[in-house]
Structures are given as structure tokens and as C-alpha cells.
């Protein structure tokens, strides 16, 4: 196994100086170019000839094996977010309202330390796809990756990914087998009343005072319109209304995300959203929409792919613990290559209560235990190994 090359030293200190030079430079989805050329240059000096770019600033790096095979892709996604970060520490973000606070820097290193292991190890047979993905916080990377023929070139036979999670300590690995993610739709609604003076209110038809009936109307649908005994959420995020503080509100717009792990819950939820915004906005006398956005379906992890992971986990020496967990209520766009070929997603935990290591993903204090990078690398690189030379 390749796992003591990731337990070196000097393999970590270069892992930890990657991340944080990612970190520093965080770029939103589908701008990452300065991402894109640094994953390039890292890319080459491990000596990765074929690379290609996909999607405007996504690479694929293809590793070949000494023996025909099938292809087996690994993926990182590469965005940050548009949230400032609020750390204070010399990696922190150097671009303001930028940050990367859901672990794409760290994903992105892992998969560049994979590429280190597997160039020195080398591949019996088969291939490996390293795939570094734009646009994941915005649902856009992975189809536009898709579209470029990413699958493609050789074709892709099972793809592997990771997400790193600060509510697990290091040392602890996540796997829910089958759907693992929820359908991640978003709503906007849009009330439109009629202004006046507030001073007159009778005049007027207040779409504030309206909303605040929607978005407690909208408690009801999880509450007493859906089975306590499936899952679903509906939240308001964002609102958006009135023109002047003496002034009847002649519009507001609230903006919010709906989850569910069913398909036929999520028809009779969408549905119920409609039915209470309409109600309550036609009983006030008011004008209502509601747009449903569609996201991405839910990440569906292939079973048949979980015992190459299981055999990784075992065989690193830091001795890792594998855990079998249920489905997420959280999104993933890893979920489109889930529907196109066998996939598997899983979670590494990189929490550490003794180094204040405890603020959830997008949180602006959001961090990661750095030993975890060389752990997630492993993982990788032989988690891929294994599938190649199981088929």
C-alpha cells in the first residue's frame, strides 16, 4: 500500500503549504483561473503530462497505468465562497468577502497529494482520472464538466469523491451507502400589494405584513403537511422589501431553499408551497408567484464501491475509523456523475476541539485540522488502487 508515503514528514509539509496557498486566493465558481493555472503547475512538477481543461477553468489529469484497464476518477471541486473570512491567521483569505470555508482548498490538495502518491507508486493496470471541478457552490461545475466530455476520454468506469467535515474529528471517515445527499431546490416568491403612506395603511396592501403570514404559513408544510416519517425543509433565507420606513411595503421578495430525499415528496411539498402563498396572498388581496428552482439530485453511492474504501481505511496505519452513517439533508452537484456512472462520496473528518477547530462549513471561522490532508490523499490514491486492481 502507498499509505507510508503519505505518513512522511516532508509529503505533509508540502501538502499543508498547497492548502494554504489555496486558501489564500480563494476565486467564486467558474472564475477560478488563478486556481486553475496554480493546479496545473503543482500538476507538472509531480510529473502529469496529460492535462486537460474543461469547462473554462477545470483540469483533468489522466494517469496511465502499465496495463490496459478501466478508468476510475477521483474528484475535488475547486470553488470558494463569497463570504469574508474571519480568521486570523496568516493563511487567511487575502481577498475581501472571499473565502474558502467549505474545505474546496483542502479537497483540492488531497487530490493533488493522490497524484504525488500514485506518480511514485506507480498503476499496475487501468487508469486514474483526476478531476478538479469549478462551480460546485453554484450547481453549475459538475454538468458543465459532463458536457465537456469529462466521462469521456477514456470513459470513466466508477468516480470517488470526499467532502471534509468539521463536526467529525480527524481520524474519523463517513459513508452513508445508497442516497446519501437531498434534492436541493430553491424557491422565490414574489407578493406584490400596494403602496401608500404608512400613516394610512387601510389605503394600501402590505406586503411585509403579508410575507410574515407566508413564512409562518410555510412552517406548516413540513410541521402538518408532510409525514413525520419522511424528511424534508423548507427555509426562508432571504428577504427583500419596502421602499421607506413610512411607506406600505409595495413588494417584497423572500428567497429561501426546499430539501427532500423523496421524488414524490418533493412534488407534494413544492405543491404545498404554492398552495399556502396563494392562500394567504389571495385572502390579503394580494398578487403572489413562486418559482421553483431546481438544484441537484441527491448524490446516490453505489454499494458495490464502498469495500475498495473499506480496504483503504484498514490498511492506513493511522488506523482511521470507517462509519456507515444516514443520507444528509445538505446538497452536492457530485450527485450528476452519481446518475451517469457507479460513484461513491464520502466524508473525512478534519475537527479538532483542542486546536478551536469547531466552526461548521461556511461559517466565516470555518477551518481543518491539516493532519487530515495526508490521511485524505491516501485515501484516495489507494482507494483507487484497489478498485483498479479489483475489477
Not at 403579508?210 to 413564512?215: P, T
Request: aromatic share 6%; with cysteine; glycine share 10%.
Amino acid at each position: 500500500m502507498i499509505e507510508p508515503l503519505s505518513q512522511d514528514p516532508m509529503f505533509a509539509e508540502e501538502l499543508v503549504r498547497w492548502r494554504r496557498e489555496l486558501h489564500r486566493h480563494p476565486e467564486l465558481g467558474l472564475e477560478e483561473w488563478r486556481t486553475s493555472a496554480f493546479l496545473e503547475e503543482r500538476l507538472r512538477e509531480i510529473g502529469v503530462d496529460e492535462i486537460a481543461t474543461l469547462a473554462g477553468t477545470g483540469k483533468v489529469a489522466l494517469l496511465r497505468g502499465a496495463a490496459e484497464g478501466p478508468t476510475v476518477m477521483l474528484r475535488a471541486d475547486m470553488d470558494g465562497l463569497p463570504i469574508g473570512d474571519g480568521k486570523s491567521v496568516e493563511y487567511a483569505s487575502s481577498i475581501p468577502n472571499r473565502g474558502h470555508l467549505c474545505g474546496h482548498d483542502a479537497h483540492m490538495t488531497m487530490l493533488l497529494g493522490a497524484a504525488r502518491l500514485l506518480k511514485r507508486r506507480g498503476i499496475p493496470r487501468g487508469n486514474v482520472k483526476l478531476v478538479f471541478q469549478p462551480a460546485e457552490e453554484i450547481l453549475k461545475g459538475a454538468k458543465a464538466m459532463i458536457e465537456d466530455g469529462v466521462l469521456e476520454r477514456p470513459k470513466v468506469d466508477a468516480a470517488y469523491g470526499l467532502h471534509v467535515v468539521p463536526a467529525r474529528p480527524i481520524g474519523q471517515i463517513a459513508v452513508c451507502p445508497g442516497q446519501a445527499y437531498a434534492y436541493t431546490d430553491g424557491m422565490i416568491i414574489t407578493i406584490d400589494g400596494k403602496a401608500a403612506h404608512a400613516a394610512y395603511p387601510n389605503l394600501g396592501i402590505d406586503t411585509i405584513a403579508i410575507a410574515a403570514q407566508v413564512i409562518t404559513g410555510l412552517q406548516q408544510v413540513v410541521s402538518r403537511m408532510t409525514s413525520p416519517l419522511v424528511s424534508a425543509v423548507v427555509t426562508i433565507g432571504k428577504i427583500n422589501g419596502g421602499v421607506a420606513r413610512n411607506v406600505i411595503a409595495p413588494q417584497v421578495v423572500l428567497e429561501g431553499t426546499v430539501r427532500t430525499l423523496d421524488a414524490t415528496v418533493r412534488e407534494q411539498v413544492h405543491a404545498a408551497i404554492e398552495q399556502i402563498v396563494a392562500g394567504i396572498c389571495e385572502a390579503y388581496g394580494a398578487r403572489s408567484q413562486v418559482e421553483i428552482i431546481g438544484g441537484s439530485p441527491p448524490v446516490h453511492n453505489d454499494e458495490a464501491l464502498l469495500p475498495y474504501l473499506r480496504a483503504a481505511v484498514d490498511s492506513a496505519p493511522s488506523k482511521p475509523a470507517l462509519n456507515l452513517v444516514g443520507p444528509t439533508m445538505g446538497g452536492e452537484d457530485f450527485a450528476f456523475y452519481s446518475q451517469q456512472v457507479p460513484s461513491l462520496f464520502f466524508w473525512l473528518g478534519v475537527g479538532n476541539e483542542r486546536k478551536g477547530i469547531v466552526h461548521g462549513l461556511h461559517h466565516p471561522l470555518f477551518d481543518l485540522d491539516e493532519d487530515a490532508l495526508p490521511l485524505g490523499a491516501g485515501l484516495l490514491a489507494d482507494t483507487a488502487l484497489n478498485y483498479l486492481q479489483g475489477c
